[in-house]
């Protein structure tokens, strides 16, 4: 059962080639803007324009820059996996049309001295964004490199208090067949999308909760209201639009697992030296470009997880 369809060849149309100058400066533009003209520059907003300016941009956190260039965002909101809606990843963003990621309920719950059913209104604005600069890289071969906003997914779990037999986070994403044709006409997946972690994993200081991307909210493509983001597992373990996050003691299913156990495992940890049945993992493509890289062991984070796999 194919995760993916590949494309012939990894040339991308000329429109996606947004060059990289024109995120930068889009930033500097919003920055001198300031908070009002944030909402009518950011596009349609989820958030109404006051609300949204107060929370992006965030300050970016100089600790997690990176070695190449940012993927335009024009390319990045044009190419996305989110199965729900359709296949094809120049579609996504026309096909989640339907999708209402606001107003939003998340659900801790499970394992923990403080479950609750939070507003995501509400649980944005008690913790704290903040601005990354990380690697992202699909199981496809294919990667890219993005800005997020977001708060740290251990913030969440400090809030949540886990009892000490929660071993594990089992992440799940919405079921809304008549918002999300693909839940409807893809019956032979397991829906909803499911992800888990270890707690380790979920506390790490790079794993994220992003609700935002390229300075403003997370447009719907990308997983909006809230994803999550482990820059050196491959990106199917990063759960879109997350509606529950419950607490386990062992370790929990995933979708993919669920569905193609010989070709996607648990950990999922980006390693070159492992190539997957359908794709060599040694090399991926910079999407946005012509260029080819070698991968790098957990996508270059080792300092931060080598020691999470010893
Ligand atoms: N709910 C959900 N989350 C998902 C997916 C999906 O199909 N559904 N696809 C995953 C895959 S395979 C990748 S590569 C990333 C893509 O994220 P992006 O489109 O924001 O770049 O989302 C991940 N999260
Ligand atoms: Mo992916």
């Not at 494309?7 to 930068?24: C, I, K, M, Q, S």
């Not at 963003?93 to 509400?122: M, Y």
Request: proline share 9%.
């Amino acid at each position: 059962m194919p995760l993916i369809r590949i494309p012939p060849g990894w040339e991308l149309p000329e429109r996606l080639a947004t060059p990289e100058a024109v995120y930068l400066n889009r930033r500097r533009f919003l920055k001198q803007l300031g908070a009002a003209g944030l909402g009518l520059v950011a596009g349609p907003a989820l958030l109404g324009a006051e609300e949204g300016a107060a929370l992006y941009p965030a300050k970016c956190n100089p600790a997690y820059t990176l070695d190449r260039a940012l993927t335009a965002e024009g390319v990045a909101a044009s190419y996305n996996n989110f199965y729900e809606f359709t296949t094809d990843k120049e579609a996504v963003r026309e096909k989640v049309a339907d999708f209402k990621p606001h107003p939003w309920q998340v659900e801790i719950r499970g394992l923990v001295n403080n479950p609750k059913v939070w507003d995501f209104d509400e649980l944005v604005r008690k913790l704290p964004l903040e601005e990354r600069l990380y690697r992202h890289r699909c199981v496809e071969a294919w990667a890219m490199a993005v800005p997020w906003t977001g708060f740290p997914l251990k913030a969440l779990v400090d809030l949540a208090r886990p009892l000490s037999g929660a071993k594990y986070l089992r992440l799940v994403s919405f079921y809304r067949p008549d918002e999300a044709p693909g839940q409807k006409w893809q019956p032979w997946y397991s829906w909803p999308y499911y992800e888990g972690l270890s707690m380790a994993e979920a506390t790490n200081e790079l794993t994220l909760i992003a609700t935002g991307i390229y300075g403003h909210e997370l447009p719907k493509q990308h997983g909006a209201p809230l994803r999550l983001v482990t820059p050196w597992k491959y990106g199917f373990k990063s759960i879109k639009s997350i509606v529950l996050i419950d607490f386990v003691a062992a370790q929990p299913p995933t979708f993919w697992h669920t569905a193609n156990p010989d070709e996607y495992d648990f950990v999922a940890n980006v390693n070159p030296a492992v190539p997957h049945p359908r794709w060599s993992q040694a090399t991926e493509q910079l999407i946005g470009t012509n260029e080819r890289v070698p991968t790098q062991l957990y996508n270059g984070y080792g300092e931060y997880v080598a020691k999470l796999y010893s």
